[in-house]
């Protein structure tokens, strides 16, 4: 049960732009909301937050936080939870260590991240920012799978005011390149526990003098888990990564590489780090010695290291050296042009499934280092989900960019739950320290996985239990019976892991009589199906793992609607709550930089605004609350309003933005409370309020901009201080004297 102090709904406190939203739009919800008696409070889930409730001891009573993702992750075990996640920072090593040092600037006593630790107290802190980093949040709070999908009224006005699209040219250079052997793909193994090897496993490394290491131990599995494991080769990696730089070169296009550091962040970040001394290659050779002495780690990335070698004695020598290689390499794909900003400074700068589907809407193209849009080698080392990519750039070659105004929709159902697949994500992950063999071994001493090892090769396992296949599944039944439409399971039977979910799959839908109303394909399969499918206007489901589950949820919304943060998605929670998730957080740090700067943000809370409405009638639902899902319909009235009325963020200064979206739906959710009949306590509360907003429309405009194009303090980056926040983000005393 939880807490009876537990607020109707927990609203998260986040990072980036969509906390520097919330601190507008989360009193219009308070207020709006305690008129159904509905309470709303928050759990910090920020990087911060979760950097400060991991070193209480360091700090004064004042600046100690309760560790709010512990206190979540039980919340959201219980029938109770009713939560509205934000997008948060899943961090790389770079991110941490940058909210690490403005903590500390803040007064934070907190210890510095040991990047090399050499003492038992340096390996203790490190396992303390380990479980910080990466997607340390999903895991924890996905206690259910996903629905997502684009909501009716988002995707009608998406329809009848199409996005900008890139042409694509038949001739188009850009293309995917993926290992295709010796990576994880090509490695995995896969089993189902039987009763007699569930318990505790191990995963151990048997060198070839015949030390055995315990790399991890006490892995609980219940019987019917479905456990994988792979490896994939660092020979092969470097050899693939050297190939394609000098394929890259020959055909006069650029070179990036696409990876997901923060939620694969024990395995992406090293794959990301071979990129980098494969592109500096010669440099390394000649100056290895030099860049290990002032602590140079590839895979922090280029900028990093950049940094670091202004303090090595050879510092002018090795930059000119690279200067010079860089002349001689392919032009690389960038992050940001005018700052010089590399697909190689940051592994957390290209995420693969915001980048890759923002360079297909592009019509194939990327920014290069010349300030033009070029064709790209998108190199995607893993072959798993490659094809993907792979195959929606061949079909856009074929058929030309999707038309948003005529396309249809690509739903999702994602295998999520209690850790499903979340490859890279956990500690069973490993970069292997010498030739031998790794073993997982089950608890009865069965061999479950054995693989041959080189030194510098990167071995992970993964599992995904029975309970949430089934209830995955289940979810896929009931959603193709609401909507009637096509339904695919995106499993490849070639895949071990996938014909381990497959003896799962098809028993469950012959059991429920719907074998006839789905297909099983492979990813490449579906995706050709899925785009022909959309293409033609109609609707299709992809009922995927967790991994593709992360991908589509962009790819597709990036296609049809022009971004992924305006997507529903709703986690049905498997004891039966509900998670309702507001999109994705990808673009969230141009944002911040272009409020600090010019006091315009352009996030857009459509998401939040969908997720809303869908919390409140999932508690009018559960708690009984009548007024609870008057506010939730008027909330869908209020959403549609902003949509019919153009009134999201404009992206420039001097146009209305997130502040001014968030004035306009607070209107049009008071207008839409005013005038429905369902309770007219209600309406008689709620009309002098619209009557405010409305007859106030010019003063609250003027008084929202009136600071437009200069630069705003919040007080920090990551961690902003409250009062400057909200002097910035709520800068009209007129709706906050009508809100209150």
């Known amino acids: 049960m939880a807490d009876q102090n537990t607020p109707d709904i927990v609203y998260t406190k986040v990072d980036e732009a969509p906390e520097l ?42 600046q100690r936080q309760t560790d709010d993702l512990a206190v979540l992750g039980e919340l959201v075990k219980t029938r109770e939870a009713n939560v509205i996640k934000l997008p948060n920072i899943s961090a790389s090593v770079p991110q941490l260590v940058a909210a690490l040092k403005e903590l500390q600037s803040q007064g934070y006593d907190l210890p510095d991240y040991p990047e090399n630790p050499t003492t038992d107290g340096e390996t203790t802190i490190r396992a303390r920012f380990d479980a910080i980093k990466g997607s340390a949040v999903n895991p924890v709070l996905r206690e259910g799978n996903s629905d997502r999908r684009a909501a009716v009224a988002v995707k009608k006005y998406a329809m009848a005011n199409p996005h900008s699209m890139g042409v694509w040219s038949p001739d188009s250079k850009t293309h995917v390149a993926t290992m295709g052997a010796d990576d994880f793909r090509a490695n995995e193994t896969s089993v189902t526990l039987t009763a007699a090897q569930a318990g505790a496993a191990r995963i151990e490394h048997e060198s070839k003098d015949g030390t055995i290491t315990v790399l991890k131990d006490a892995v609980n599995f219940p019987a019917g888990t479905v456990v994988d494991a792979t490896y994939m080769s660092a020979k092969a990696l470097s050899a693939f990564l050297t ?24 395995s992406d970040p090293i794959i990301f780090g071979h990129a980098v001394k494969a592109f500096l290659k010669p440099v390394f050779d000649k100056y290895g010695g030099e860049l290990d002495a002032v602590g140079v780690n590839p895979n922090s990335g280029l900028g990093a290291l950049l940094d670091l070698v202004k303090s090595a004695p050879k510092a002018d020598e090795i930059l000119a050296e690279i200067d010079a290689l860089m002349t001689t390499r392919p032009p690389l794909y960038m992050v940001n042009s005018d700052k010089g900003i590399t697909n190689l400074h940051v592994p957390s700068d290209v995420i693969i499934d915001a980048s890759i589907p923002a360079l297909i809407r592009a019509g194939g193209k990327g ?9 790209t080698n998108c190199v995607i080392p893993d072959s798993s989900y490659a094809v993907v990519y792979d195959e929606a750039i061949k079909d856009c070659k074929a058929n030309g960019a999707l038309d948003p105004s005529t396309a249809g929709t690509v739903q999702n159902v994602g295998l999520m739950a209690q850790k ?35 030194a510098g090769d990167i071995w992970r396992s993964a599992s995904t239990r029975q309970a949430p296949i089934e ?16 339904a695919i399971f995106w499993l490849d039977e070639a895949r071990a892991h996938d014909a381990e979910l497959i003896k799962y799959v098809k028993p469950l839908l012959e059991a429920k009589g719907v074998s006839d109303k789905f297909r099983i394909l492979s990813p490449a399969e579906a995706t050709r199906v899925s785009f022909d499918t959309i293409r033609a206007g109609k609707t299709s489901i992809a009922i995927t793992g967790n991994v593709l589950r992360d991908y589509l949820t ?32 990808g673009s969230a740090p141009k ?26 009638k999932f508690l009018a639902e559960v708690k009984g609350n009548a007024k609870a899902k008057v506010l939730g319909h008027a909330v869908d009235v209020a959403t549609q309003g902003i949509l019919d009325n153009d009134k999201s963020p404009g992206r420039k200064v001097g146009q209305p933005d997130n502040r001014a979206s968030h004035y306009y739906f607070a209107l049009y959710w008071a ?59 709520k800068p009209s005393p007129t709706l906050n004297k009508i809100i209150g």
Not at 22 to 48: E, Q, Y
Not at 429 to 437: L, R
Not at 559 to 565: D, F, K, Q, R
């Open 420 to 454: 499903a697949e979340e490859y890279g994500s956990h500690p069973t992950t490993f970069e292997i320290p010498a030739d031998g063999v790794v073993r997982m071994i089950a608890a009865n001493g069965d061999v479950l996985h054995e693989h041959t090892v080189e």
């Open 21 to 62: 939203a919330s601190a507008s739009f989360l009193p219009v919800i308070r207020t709006f909301a305690a008129a159904a008696d509905v309470s709303v409070g928050t759990r910090d889930i920020s990087l911060a937050g979760r950097i400060i409730a991991a070193f209480p001891e360091n700090l004064t009573e004042a």
């Open 243 to 266: 190939e394609q730089i000098e394929a890259t070169k020959a055909e006069g296009v650029l070179f990036s590489i696409h990876l997901k550091a923060t939620m694969m962040k024990v």
């Open 554 to 585: 962009d790819l597709f919304p990036i296609l049809e609607l022009g971004t992924s943060a305006k997507m529903l998605s709703i986690v049905k929670l498997m004891n039966g709550g509900g998670m309702f998730e507001t999109g994705a957080g």
């Open 471 to 486: 209830d995955w599944v289940q979810l896929a039944i009931d959603r193709q019976a609401i909507e009637g439409c096509e």
């Open 591 to 616: 944002h911040v930089q272009q409020l600090v700067e010019q006091n315009h943000l352009r996030w857009d809370s459509l998401g939040e605004f969908c997720a809303l409405g869908e919390s409140l």
């Open 367 to 375: 920014w290069g280092p010349d300030g033009k849009e070029h064709d």
């Open 671 to 729: 207008q839409a409370l005013a005038e429905q009949t369902d309770d007219a306590n209600m309406a008689a509360h709620f009309a002098p309020i619209a009557k405010a907003l409305a007859e106030n429309e010019t003063a609250i405009l003027a008084e929202l901009t009136a600071d437009a194009g200069k630069p705003a303090d919040t007080g920090g980056y990551y961690h902003t201080d409250p009062a400057k926040t909200a002097s910035v983000m």
